[in-house]
């Protein structure tokens, strides 16, 4: 990285440092109105956002990005109008930003509070989702944080466009447009650049493949709010009902496959395979579903091929899907102990008793009976835009939404109390 840039990333920072103090003191009503401006300039200038993403979809064209990339990656017209009425959602929200949390008085007549505040400035660090520029951003304002922005190069001239909307919006509002800023680089210098910067950046949120967040997590020196890749699961036990579970198992691979939220793997006991076959393979074959099975799914479903490692731990991102047949809820429970990445896990069943087993101990941020694991969503369960779904355990677990970017403050009034 040459050295201008590095000063030019230590400069943003220092500016959405400084804005997020301002920004942290603004009423509800006054960043609310800042939300819905940003939204409706979005809205208007959705042609200029893009022909701007029209450059970034050939660039991916030309470099061979695969159709789920390709996905993440795409703009159009209701996509753009989604993330601006997700802005309009954040804005009715509660804000935690400014709640008293607790309130005791001691002995002494010392009066403590806890108070929700900002965490400050928040670093995104994601890949190819351009509409993580408006998530992110409508989220860090709405609970009073400023936002440096840095997209991946795939997604350079969308976030550059949008970014610069965001920024014209401000300029409308209470809200200084330097609470929003964005590294237009495509150097990885840049990036890493953030990772030491805990004198300006209070916490990195990374958001994209295993390799981003690997690298922010084990290369930082500022703390991290982990997202994780969704590895997920669908377990269709023995007791299930049978077009509950094709349903959701469809709903589940086939409604977004690209998306983290989407099922990887369907665990089927045996007793529902040997009895549902017939029904399974037809669904299977509608809704173009390639398996990789196990040596007792491969004996069964026609064309399916044969599972290695990979198939069990990785993302599939696609129509594909890996099947493994299993005589009770133990065997698995344990098959996603070694390869579930505590995203979301499903279970279909109408045993209450094999419901309550798997949902108390099966380790994940999100677990579902007789549902898709797609709610696994900030819109989805009533948060507006998420930041990022979070698989660790310390201070935010699962979709992030407004609180999980606030921590406390102890604030104390006497009347000259000592100790």
């Known amino acids: 990285m040459t050295t201008m840039t590095k000063i030019n990333v230590k400069q943003q920072a220092q500016a959405a440092q400084k804005a997020s103090k301002e920004l942290g003191l603004l009423s509800?009503?006054?960043k609310n109105k800042a939300l819905n401006t940003i939204a409706d300039?979005?809205?208007?200038?959705?042609?200029?956002?893009?022909?701007?993403?029209?450059?970034?979809?050939?660039?991916g064209k030309d470099a061979g990005y695969?159709?789920?990339?390709?996905?993440?990656?795409a703009l159009d017209e209701d996509r753009v109008k989604d993330f601006a009425d997700g802005l309009r959602q954040v804005a009715k929200l509660d804000d935690p930003s400014g709640k008293v949390t607790d309130e005791w008085t001691l002995e002494n007549g010392l009066n403590v509070q806890t108070i929700r505040v900002p965490l400050g400035v928040i670093g995104m660090i994601y890949e190819a989702r351009p509409n993580v520029t408006a998530d992110a951003t409508g989220l860090a304002l709405k609970s009073g944080n400023?936002?440096?922005?840095?997209?991946?190069?795939s997604a350079?001239?969308?976030?550059?466009?949008?970014?610069?909307?965001m920024k014209e919006a401000l300029q409308e509002t209470e809200i200084s447009s330097d609470a929003v800023q964005f590294i237009d680089s495509t150097d990885r210098s840049a990036t890493e650049?953030?990772?030491t910067m805990k004198e300006h950046i209070d916490v990195l949120i990374p958001r994209g493949g295993g390799k981003l967040i690997s690298a922010v997590v084990n290369n930082a020196t500022v703390p991290v709010l982990e997202t994780g890749v969704g590895n997920c699961h669908i377990y269709i036990d023995k007791d299930a009902d049978a077009e509950k579970a094709l349903a959701i198992l469809v709903n589940a691979k086939t409604d977004r496959p690209a998306v983290c939220n989407a099922a990887e793997t369907v665990i089927i006991h045996e007793a529902f395979l040997n009895t549902h076959k017939d029904k399974l393979i037809a669904t299977l074959e509608e809704n173009n579903i390639n398996v990789y099975g196990d040596?007792?799914?491969c004996e069964v479903i026609p064309g399916a091929m044969k599972a290695d490692q990979d198939h069990w731990a990785n993302e599939f991102l696609s129509l594909d899907i890996a099947m493994k047949i299993v005589s009770d809820v133990d065997e698995a429970i344990a098959h996603i102990d070694e390869f579930g990445t505590k995203h979301s896990e499903a279970i279909v069943t109408e045993n209450e008793n094999t419901a309550k087993r798997f949902k108390g101990m099966v380790d994940a941020a999100a677990i579902?009976?007789?549902?898709?694991?797609?709610?696994?969503?900030?819109?989805?369960?009533?948060?507006?835009?998420?930041?990022g779904i979070s698989t660790q355990k310390l201070h935010a677990r699962g979709p992030m939404g407004l609180p999980a970017l606030t921590t406390i403050k102890y604030v104390m009034t006497g009347n000259g109390q000592i100790r």
């Open 28 to 30: 509800t009503e006054t």
């Open 41 to 59: 300039h979005l809205e208007k200038n959705t042609a200029l956002i893009l022909e701007a993403n029209s450059k970034d979809l050939a660039n």
């Open 66 to 73: 695969d159709a789920a990339y390709m996905d993440r990656l």
């Open 146 to 153: 400023a936002i440096v922005l840095k997209g991946g190069s």
């Open 156 to 165: 350079i001239n969308s976030n550059r466009q949008i970014v610069s909307v």
């Open 193 to 195: 650049e953030l990772f």
């Open 295 to 297: 040596d007792s799914a």
């Open 368 to 387: 579902y009976q007789n549902a898709s694991t797609r709610f696994t969503d900030g819109s989805a369960l009533g948060f507006g835009a998420e930041i």
